[in-house]
């Protein structure tokens, strides 16, 4: 049973794995009360798809995306294990300045890589950026 990991006004991100290989993954779906609003569905299906041809190694890659068969708008992406931004800001303040330098120039990168694939990202903030721990990094 899928667990819910997070909520907003548009959609509801549950953890889950997934049943072909074990693996962990995180949903969104589109909140059912959202699937009349056309322009939301819309969104939600440029998100998807602006997701997908992402392939990054700073970014979240996505598996699958699509509507099942009860009319619930998914988006299914690989679980990343590490904190987000805001909580390391907020538990590390200040963080070393070569700490930031990497950190950034990783975000940049992805965001480079985003908009070459002409993939505006319209949520940027500490709580979507995943920090996670590395080999060598």
């Not at 548009?10 to 059912?32: E, H, M, N, S, T």
């Not at 299906?45 to 068969?69: F, M, T």
């Not at 679980?79 to 990497?102: I, Q």
Request: zero cysteines.
């Amino acid at each position: 049973m899928p667990t819910s990991v997070s909520r907003s006004n548009r959609a509801v991100v549950y953890r889950g794995i997934r049943a072909a290989d074990g693996k962990p993954v995180v949903l969104k779906v589109l909140r059912q009360a959202l699937l009349a609003d056309p322009s939301t569905v819309r969104r939600f299906q440029r998100e998807a798809k602006a997701a997908s041809r992402l392939n990054h190694p700073n970014s979240i890659s996505v598996l699958d995306y699509g509507q099942s068969e009860e009319g619930a708008m998914y988006i299914a992406m690989e679980f990343v294990e590490g904190k987000d931004l805001h909580h390391v800001l907020t538990r590390d303040w200040p963080l070393p300045e070569g700490r930031v330098v990497r950190i950034m120039s990783q975000v940049l990168s992805a965001l480079a890589d985003a908009h070459a694939a002409s993939v505006i990202h319209r949520d940027l903030k500490p709580e979507n950026i995943m920090l996670v721990a590395r080999e060598g990094n």
